[in-house]
């Protein structure tokens, strides 16, 4: 029989070493990881962008030219309060607080050449063609969980200084002729595809449009995306199109 001598003296060890936290679990993944994140919440000297204090109305540079918000510490609580994109595609919107991340050089800025369909090409009803867009700039093979890391990390250079991510196609039907004037509604698409790889190991994306599309008028565009999903930043704002389009029929 136990002693209560023994027994006060055991939840006394207990209380003592719970206080240390000698008994926390250990190798739990979720609570070391919070627990890492407790300790580095706090913004990094080195990480501060002094640039951001300014709204920038100095000096104008293009007349509508407008002040820009501004916050001392990279804006690093501007989701506080909202609601958090937390790597999920939220379609009625949300915020994102992970930061845009590493940007190229203006030697590396992704570009690229929709090679197939060729402007205003004539295809089959419902007959299977390949879409082909050649890229420079991307490093292909980035390519995260779309359903639970959506925009959750930031934008990342391959060490030749190349944006690691990957391509999309989309089509959408343009209606009566190839020269609409009302912009496309973008929930609307008869065709979309995520490319992880490339065909050629040289910036070559494709995909086959498996039997074809009715008859119609349509625009393929090609969309370049850093790992885990958001559009490709660039360098500077005064350059060529990251992305590509072209228009085609079907049928006609
Ligand atoms: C194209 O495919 C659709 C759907 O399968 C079918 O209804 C239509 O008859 C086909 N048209 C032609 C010209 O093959
Ligand atoms: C498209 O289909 C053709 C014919 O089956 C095939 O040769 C080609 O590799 C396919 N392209 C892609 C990107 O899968």
């Not at 240390?20 to 609570?31: A, F, N, Q, S, Y």
């Not at 916050?71 to 009625?92: D, H, R, S």
């Not at 190991?201 to 393929?220: E, H, Q, S």
Request: hydrophobic fraction near 40%.
């Amino acid at each position: 029989m136990l002693s209560w001598g023994f027994l006060y003296f055991f939840l006394a060890f207990i209380t003592l070493s719970d206080a240390r936290g000698l008994l926390k679990p250990k190798g739990d993944p979720v609570i070391e990881l919070r627990a890492a994140a407790a300790s580095v919440t706090c913004l990094s000297a080195s990480a501060l962008q002094t640039g951001s204090d300014s709204n920038g109305q100095s000096t104008t540079l293009v007349s509508g030219q407008t002040p820009s918000a501004t916050n001392g510490a990279n804006f690093i609580n501007f989701c506080a309060g909202e609601v958090l994109t937390n790597g999920l595609q939220i379609a009625t919107g949300s915020c994102n607080g992970v930061v845009m991340g590493k940007i190229p050089s203006t030697s590396n800025m992704v570009s690229s050449i929709l090679i197939s369909p060729t402007p205003g090409q004539k295809m089959k009803v419902n007959e299977t063609f390949e879409i082909r867009v050649q890229t420079s700039g991307l490093s292909a093979g980035g390519f995260t969980n779309e359903d639970s890391t959506y925009y959750a990390a930031p934008q990342d250079l391959s060490s030749d200084g190349l944006v690691i991510g990957h391509a999309h196609f989309a089509i959408q039907d343009l209606g009566k002729s190839l020269t609409p004037t009302a912009a496309p509604d973008p929930t609307n698409f008869v065709f979309f595809a995520a490319v992880p790889g490339t065909a050629d190991g040289k910036g070559l994306f494709a995909t086959n449009v498996t039997g074809g599309l009715p008859a119609g008028n349509y625009r393929v565009c090609s969309m370049a995306s850093a790992a885990n999903h958001q559009p490709v930043v660039m360098p500077v704002a005064q350059r060529g199109s990251q992305d590509d389009c072209q228009k085609f029929t079907v049928g006609k």
